[in-house]
């Protein structure tokens, strides 16, 4: 029965963004957050048929192009 279960702790993944950005900083890691709060986790399966996917995917390429010298 459903009134039987415990509650689940629900995440926020904004709080899990920030603690992830502040262990980058601590190591000197270069990093930026986008948050698409539309977009699913597995967005980049929409490469190609969802506009906002693929800018998000170009956006990647000039940060990767931009910090790795390429």
């Known amino acids: ?3 039987d ?7 926020d993944p904004r709080r ?3 603690r992830l950005g502040r262990h980058l900083a601590d190591f ?4 930026e957050v986008h948050p698409m709060p ?3 986790h597995s967005f980049v ?6 506009p ?11 940060w990767l192009r ?3 010298g390429a």
Do not use: C, F, N
């Open 16 to 18: 899990r963004r920030r």
């Open 66 to 68: 931009k910090h790795l």
């Open 52 to 62: 906002e996917v693929d800018q998000a995917i170009q956006q990647m390429g000039q």
């Open 5 to 11: 279960r415990p509650l689940r702790r629900v995440r």
């Open 28 to 31: 000197k890691v270069t990093s």
């Open 1 to 3: 029965m459903l009134h």
């Open 38 to 40: 539309e977009g699913q």
């Open 45 to 50: 399966l929409g490469a190609g048929r969802v």
